[in-house]
């Protein structure tokens, strides 16, 4: 069975950045792509960046320009960088990760709470 952990998140002033990490652990055979969700007030859980096992990175529209994925693969790690944040990016963010061929994240983080002060 596969855990993921995350870690990173805090509270930061508007214009300020946050690195989150998530790394997995466990029986690890295969961890194909990568992401992040977030929950921020008043909107549904949403998927905010992936990276796929080759490298491919996508973003939600509203946040290209101001967040980076990355991730290590000998260190089964996903990283978000996040810069330029403001207080609408305030909210819970999960890491997930897929474990099958079909790019479906099925192994969750518990999520990690992400505060910015305007």
């Known amino acids: 069975q596969v855990h993921v952990v995350e870690s990173g998140g805090g509270s930061v002033q508007a214009g300020g950045s946050l690195r989150l990490s998530c790394a997995a652990s466990?029986?690890?055979?295969?961890?194909?792509?990568m992401g992040w969700h977030r929950q921020v007030q008043g909107n549904p859980r949403e998927e905010i960046a992936r990276i796929s096992g080759g490298g491919v990175t996508s973003y939600a529209d509203s946040l290209k320009g101001r967040f980076t994925i990355s991730r290590d693969n000998a260190k089964d790690t996903v990283y978000l960088q996040m810069d330029d944040l403001n207080a609408e990016d305030t909210g819970v963010y999960y890491c997930g990760m897929a474990t099958g061929p079909n790019g479906r994240f099925d192994v969750w983080g518990q999520g990690i709470q992400v505060t910015v002060s305007s």
């Open positions: 466990g029986r690890i055979f295969r961890i194909d792509a």
